[in-house]
DNA sequence: ACTCATCATTTGTACATACAACTTCACAAT
DNA sequence: ATTGTGAAGTTGTATGTACAAATGATGAGT
């Protein structure tokens, strides 16, 4: 059955919830070339582009609790691709070098995946429901 | 930082998952009076709705995979509010008596989890969106 | 009647995330 | 110098969900 044929298709929790997990689907499969799930890979990323950036600035823009972002660099740190230093109450990621050789592959990730989900919906009309998506998070926080 | 403002704040993936979290607390709170988590306070309601309906049945109506669906059942099981009837390979979801009698309060939870998420935008608005939403996700499918 | 494919369901396991409690450090007030 | 306060980060634990494999029942083909 559709999403938009269920009981339940006009409720905003089952809506947003349906779609989540149907996101996240695609996205698993886009960042399947470089075997880390899109949290992990978004994280990594953003180390690549600011190295040095510490927790909470990255859960700030991930969205994603400090407890969650501790988790996910000490998979990342397992796996080799950053390392973390600490300074005083501070803590750094910095990537490895076999992070920063992942970025270009990265890259293509985040692009195949965008590709992905945008050939199913107009540009114009994506660009509109992912802002009134963010707006509406804002002001639930 | 909200999350208008974030780094990632053009990515389906992250507008999804951000506001499928953030619905999530808002329904959590919604359905405390009740003591369920929202999926099973939406089965429940289903089940309340229509006695005897499957679990593949109830899969579909709220999009959620057929072993979650039985967790959720067992759940309810064990609090009473509903019980299993195995009929040769289906199996047919009643609710108890004292599920039966928690449908008033389950219905007002509802209504105030949908007035609580809709006094923060207009309502067209806000249909279009949960519209769009599911849309997507079939497309998703 | 026997076997096989199929469907509905359940079970074992794993992942993503969060909350609450704790640690550690830094800095301010005394 | 001592104490208190608060921020940053981590850890233990819990929730929601799914996938893959197992179970059990039905029905078709032989």
Known sequence: MKATESKYNQCLYFAANTLARKVEKL?????KPVD????HAYLLMMVLEEPGLQP???SDHL???PSTITRL???LEEKKLVSRIIEGKM???YPTEKGIALLQTLQK???DFHNNSCCLIEKEEREAMVLNMCCLADKLS
């Not at 880390?36 to 949290?39: A, K």
């Open 27 to 31: 996205a698993l499969e886009s960042w």
């Open 91 to 93: 803590t750094l990621v």
């Open 109 to 111: 990730c985040a692009k």
């Open 56 to 58: 909470c600035c990255l």
């Open 36 to 39: 880390l799930s899109p949290s």
């Open 63 to 65: 969205q994603l609790s």
């Open 73 to 75: 660099i000490e998979k």
